[in-house]
């Protein structure tokens, strides 16, 4: 299989669900049809819906069963629906020929009122093992269902959103959990494609805390780590891109720091 193919969420996903240990924690993720929205929404109540091919948060449109019937929101706008038909009329549109996937939506924790997730980055390290080698907080913009720093998100240490909902000792105990599955993650699709050098887990906690892997990226972006205080992980995250060849970009112009 060529490389080329980790693009696609649903084949990352498929690869990653040969892991029983991971499979717990990957939201129910399907290629996109009218019939199987309509049932996820009715057994799950959000769904998102995804290109199957994309990065950085576009083009993703958070989904609703609500009391009144449907909405669903692109960006900074949200529609809304008497019926799932009308609902459907409307959301086909923004597709065009793009392949889309479904994904239960998980209700992740909110800090100021915005829902949170975080970036875990895993590298090869020079002695070729994977190593986990920094975490970011995102916070959602304010008026947008996605976390990305790419679409208005603000990126904070992961310990300032845990502070509400876990103590020091706890909050160390999640972060570890997270790196956890992050290199189980680069564990179990390196055994496919073992020219892999770096990974962008993205994962977000419930409000029982429990982490949910929502995306794996092959290509991350390093410049989030430049609005974090603590410059460390960004420079080890540098050095080990230039051993493998990369070179990760470091200035930010969309994303926000924390105040």
Known sequence: MAKRNLVSKIHKTNLILHSSMLAKHIPVTKRLNRSLLSRMLKKHGMIYVKPDKGSQGKGVIRVEKTKYGYRYQKGMKVFKFNSFCSMFSSIRKHFGQKKYVLQKGIRLLKYKGRPFDFRVMIQRNPKRKWECTGTFGRLAHPRKAVTNGSQGGTIYEPSALLSPFANKKRSARILRRMNKLAHVTATRLSRTYPQLNELG??????????????????????????LLPDS?????????GKAYGRRHRTRCSKAKRAP
Do not use: H, M, Q
């Open 201 to 226: 887990v993205d994962i977000g906690l419930d409000r029982r805390l429990k982490p949910w892997i929502f995306e794996v990226n092959t290509y991350p972006d390093a410049c989030p780590f430049s």
């Open 232 to 240: 460390r992980a960004l420079r080890k995250i540098v050095a080990y």
